[in-house]
């Protein structure tokens, strides 16, 4: 098929900025957008840099962003992409500075990845043979430990997008999905003894707490790790061990409490009981939104579920078992 | 000048090994690496780490191992080597395993195995299908732990040896295209093979025979390199791999017949008690021969995994579910799906002791290059001969990783530090400048790669001839002066991709030749080296090793003998 | 074309003016919708990171409720499809799952099948209404209006779960729908971002900025308004748009309507009854455009 591959392109050592150049190729079904860069840079343009190797979604090296969302291109077929005659759109991954045309620099990467022990941390004395752990317990783990690194999710994280575009030292930004997916790992590791202790630091402000839920990790990751998945299992295991005394368990309890009370969210109570009722340094600043919505009659009596009592059966029910 | 007491050259899993084992001996450690660690090419291996786990009940024994690995290199395995690989496998997995690797366990929290080809006994520990990538993940793991110095994205242009002793390297960070000497007491390969010689490959883009060349030109032997491994299941779209543990779990091989035509009996090769389970030369021999005979399906056969249900491909094999519907499209819970032989694994490499010395420190005389290690792949301890057995390869990257890393830390301490003159550095730079500054004559490397690994896929294949040999040392020749030519058009300093690719395939030339010219010279058929000249394995002669040694006019052939401690050669029938 | 109707916690609270307009636009197009007045709030997914099996439970009850009826289940808020599509996409791969929670909703006298179809009122719109017969009733075409489409995102993620594969122009929809109402979309980035709501009270100046980012970038590209099918982005976008300005250091002044409020508009229905005048931020800009009178 006759395609287009529209491309970023940055060379810092030319006093142009960025651009995009477009190569045009007949390109075989079965090729991917790696083949077609890899066709390209090694029979029209030996200047195209980017990074790549193992070319079976195992190693890591290209992801990109493709018509707009990170991909590795290893794994993303043409064909997918476009029709007979279409255009494709390469750009190098997000939130990280460009080195050159579709290499970044993954260092703000690879420091949030450090920056949560990445290694076990057993205590006491090494059994002599292996640990005796659960099959199921290693089974979801090793769904995290699918994360190859590619960086894909932290290109297209919307927080860490928000934080960049408002000029926070991207050494201040959170941790974001790679990082946190990989803490999961040790958190949920039976053999690990610092649980505790990780998670509390993982509560902390630019952790846990400041995921938006947005999925965007999930719909990137090319291996199926899903982090925001393991970002609200580690809330869970926060909550669980204790760890509340911040607004995002604050947040989770208020909403609970609320569909237990009416069956259903009611977002006046919500915000003042997130960030606690006698938190002035916080709550100050959302009065103007406030009374904003009192004076457009946005602030209403909480709405109820008919046969509500129902609802906190069921709610009771389950809590109750959970806790056992 | 850069100055590290041991400098590691490569961070796939053996060169992690390396350097948490050095530098726990309280030695200065560095690991140098062109691309990110966890990019690294012992990703791909999906099966698992073979060890004889001393079980009670178990009849299973490092002897046993032992025994099947020198059966498996058709006798060309170093008895001594093996005895050692397979006597710390047990302890080096329970390390692994307290490292933190997610080891699959059994229904009572114990390890589990699987069963791999050419073994008596199901003694392969795995994490799913992506137990290299686990490994070398928790292995990098450990690095960040011990604050290790990574030079990443640094590219080794040449060895320093000065008077017969190696003293450090000069690289290029490629972020910069700057050289820079980086000198050390020992230095330790650990760069991988050599598979993208030949076109197809499993292997990565990466994995360009780096160290196994350079070690060559710096006057350390190569050994056994005509022992070049062919994966019997390989999709033939992209060459990727489909890991030998959907056999060791069940799955079939059959031809288009829907026949498992390993059963057959019409022909000596094949393997009619161990079926799908035999050793790889001689399965991926056996799909050569029904592909030949029309028996085949598009010029593959077919690997058929429908019958062992959803649940175990999805805890077990789901990265080849993956790959075979991203590059086959075939749902393997659904359809068989086809596959050919495709190199996988190269058995020869640097020759070096079963500490890693790539030097002669016992008399053998064999030489070699003081102060170089070399482990993994790119090395030959020679545990794996003519043919290794599947899960033996991260297995060997651990053991021989901890025994290297641990010799280097007391060799450094020992050795007198040497004045090191930048001279190296300065004929790389104008031998690089010499590249950049050619004028453009049309020629590209990537033509003259594509034409050596398509040369070298059908005459230094899976059967092979004195002439397709000598014809392919011919043209080896050939390409030799054209690459002395050939130009690159990127002439920037950031990421010069070009530049690297060139220089890479100047040195997989030099492998391209000893590979070619070591089969010419075994003239007999053992292992992976299958010559329809020789057709027969012939232990009176050829019970030995070839050894390669770098000359200005090409490589001049040696041999030396096989230790053999306790296993004399058989037949081998599988 | 009748639908078992989960309105959503917000059209009931803090946004009853989206609950206002969507009866009047439906009643207009002739969609008929029964109210499923017991069902539960979906737990927004707040609910599952304490306790997964609670917000698949409560969300079962809702669904074997629609199933009941005997109607496909709609509702207008992206935040419900994502969460309602997500758990349903689980129910209907786990059957041995779906089998325990139909244990607990027999307490109740209920049963839920796992073959539900779960529809965002955008959707109803293109697939059921179709965009012939919603472009045959505008009455009053929404010429000169640019509006910008803002999704927001659990509407369009996780694409699997929410039936991409088959439907892979729904990620189109608003755009298609602006214009049949005659309006011009305008296209920017921000349109399939997270508006920030949900760490509201976790990260304020994150979440502003997100909302600040989007609106002023739909501005930069002359967006008259912007319309969103998600009330919980609307009270990002809207009610918390003066603080948005503030951390962003620039006046905004960008209407956000419901997406049944547009539709409204164009199908000539009265902006008041539909309460236009609810907002935070004005929609003068829009009504005077129209040259219709609040």
Known sequence: MQVSLRVRRFDPESNQGPYYQTYSMDAPDYYTVLDALIHIREETDGTLGL????????????????????????????????????????????????????????????????????????????????????????????????????????????????????????????????????????????????????????SDSGGIWDCTHCFECIEVCPKGVAPMDRIMALRDKAVSAGITNNNGTRHAKAFHDSIKAYGRLDEVTLVPKSVGFFNIRELLPQMPTGLRMLKAGKLRLPHKAENKKKIKQIVDSLDKEQME | MLEHDVLVVGAGLAGLRVAIEAQKQGVDVAVITKVHPVRSHS??????????????????????????????????????????????????????????????????????????????????????????????????????????????????????????????????????????????KAVVLATGGAGRVFEPSTNALIVTGDGISQA??????????????????????????????????????????????????????????????????????????????????????????????????????????????????????????????????????????????????????????????????????????????????????????????????????????????EAKMADDESRIKEIISRPDNGDRWAALRLEMGEMMNSQVGIFRTKENLEGALEKIQEMKLRYRHVPIQNKGNIFNTDLQFHLELGLMLDCAEVIALSALSREESRGAHYRLDFPARDDEKWLKHTMAYYTPEGPEMDTLPVTITQWEPTERKY | MRYAFWPGCVSRGACPELFEAVVRVSDRLGIEMIELKEASCTGAGVLSEQNPELA????????????????????????????????????????????????????????????????????????????????????????????????????????????????????????????????????????????????????????????????????????DAMVTPCPLCHLNLDAQQPDAAGIKGQPIGLPILHLPQLVGLALGIDPEAMRLNNHIVSTEAVTEKLKVKV
């Not at chain 1, 991207?170 to 610092?194: I, M, N, Q, S």
């Not at chain 2, 199901?122 to 490994?135: C, E, M, N, P």
């Open chain 1, 51 to 202: 990074r790549c190797s193992c070319r079976s979604a195992i190693c890591g090296s290209c992801a990109m962003r493709i018509d707009g969302h990170a991909k590795l291109a290893c794994k993303t077929k043409i064909i997918d992409l476009t029709a007979d005659g279409g255009e494709v759109t390469v750009e190098p991954v997000g939130n990280m500075p460009v080195v050159k045309d579709l290499i970044a620099d993954m260092k703000p990467f690879w420091d949030k990845i450090r920056a949560v022990d990445p290694w076990l941390q057993p205590e006491g004395p090494e059994p002599e043979r292996e640990y005796v752990v659960p099959n199921e317990a290693m089974q979801d783990l090793a769904g995290a430990m699918n994360c190859i690194m590619c960086g894909a999710c932290v290109s297209d994280c919307t927080v860490l997008e928000a934080e960049l575009n408002r000029g926070v030292p991207v050494e201040k930004t959170w941790l974001a999905p790679a990082a946190l997916a990989k803490a999961y790992r040790f958190v949920g590791d039976p053999r690990d003894d610092h649980q505790y202790d990780r998670l509390e630091k993982l």
């Open chain 2, 43 to 184: 990703n791909a291996a999906q099966g698992g780490i073979n060890a004889a786990l001393e079980q009670e009940g178990s009849p299973d024994s490092w002897e046993a191992h032992a025994f099947d690995t020198v059966k498996g290199s058709d006798y060309l395995g170093d008895q001594d080597a093996i005895e050692i690989i397979c006597r710390e496998a047990g302890p080096e997995i329970i390390e692994l395993e307290h490292m933190g690797v997610v080891f699959n366990r059994d229904e009572t929290g114990h390890l589990g195995v699987r069963a791999f080809g050419g073994a008596t006994y199901s003694r392969t520990f795995f994490v799913g299908d992506i137990t290299g990538q686990a490994l070398l993940h928790v292995m990098y793991e450990q690095v960040l732990k011990a604050n290790t110095r990574i030079y990443e994205e640094w590219f080794v242009t040449s060895l320093i040896v000065e008077d017969g002793v190696c003293r450090g390297v000069v690289a290029m960070d490629l972020a910069t295209r700057r050289l820079h000497t980086i000198k050390a």
């Open chain 2, 216 to 421: 060559y030109r710096a006057g350390a032997p190569l050994m056994d390199m005509e022992m070049v491994q062919f994966h019997p299941t390989t999709l033939k779209q992209n060459g990727a791999l489909l890991t030998e543990g959907a056999r060791g779990e069940g799955a079939y091989l059959l031809n288009a017949e829907g026949e498992r035509f390993l059963g057959n009996e019409r022909n000596q090769f094949y393997a009619p008690s161990k079926m799908e389970l035999a050793a790889r030369d001689v399965i991926s021999r056996a799909e050569q021969i029904e592909i030949d005979a029309g028996r085949g399906v598009d010029g593959c056969v077919l690997l058929d995994c429908r019958h062992l249900g959803e649940d175990l491909i999805r805890e077990r094999l789901w990265q080849i579910w993956e790959l075979a519907m991203d590059f086959a499209n075939v749902d393997i819970m659904k359809d068989p799906v086809p596959i050919r032989p495709g190199v996988h694994y190269i058995m020869g490499g640097i020759k070096t002791d079963v500490d890693g010395r790539a030097w002669d420190v016992n008399g053998g005389g064999w030489g070699g290059v003081k102060g170089l290690f070399a482990v993994g792949e790119c090395a030959c301890i020679n545990a794996h001969g003519a043919n290794r057995l599947g899960a033996n390869s991260l297995l060997e990257t651990v053991v021989y990783g901890r025994r290297a890393g641990l010799t280097a830390g007391f060799y450094v301490k020992e050795a007198p530090t040497a004045l090191l003159s």
């Open chain 3, 56 to 223: 698949d439970t409560l969300n079962g009850r809702t669904f074997a409720m629609a199933e009941k009826l005997g109607l496909p289940l709609m509702n207008i808020c992206s935040t419900c499809q994502g969460v309602q599509g997500r758990i349903n996409y689980k129910f209907q791969n786990d059957a041995t799952y779906l089998s325990r929670i139909n244990e607990r909703l027999a307490e109740e006298g209920l049963h839920y099948s796992g073959n539900l179809e779960i529809k965002n009122f955008l959707w109803v719109l293109v697939e059921d209404v179709g965009l012939d017969k919603l472009r045959s009733m505008v009455v009053r075409p929404l010429r000169g209006l640019n509006i910008a489409p803002f999704y927001g995102c659990y509407i369009l993620r996780p694409s699997k779960e929410l039936g991409y594969a088959e439907h892979p122009e729904r990620g189109k929809y608003l755009e298609k729908v602006i214009e049949v109402l005659g309006a011009e979309p305008v296209d920017f980035y921000g349109k399939s971002k997270c508006c920030g709501f949900p760490i509201v009270t976790m990260n304020r100046r994150n979440s502003l900025a997100m909302a600040g980012d989007h609106l002023l970038e739909a501005k930069s590209k002359g967006a």
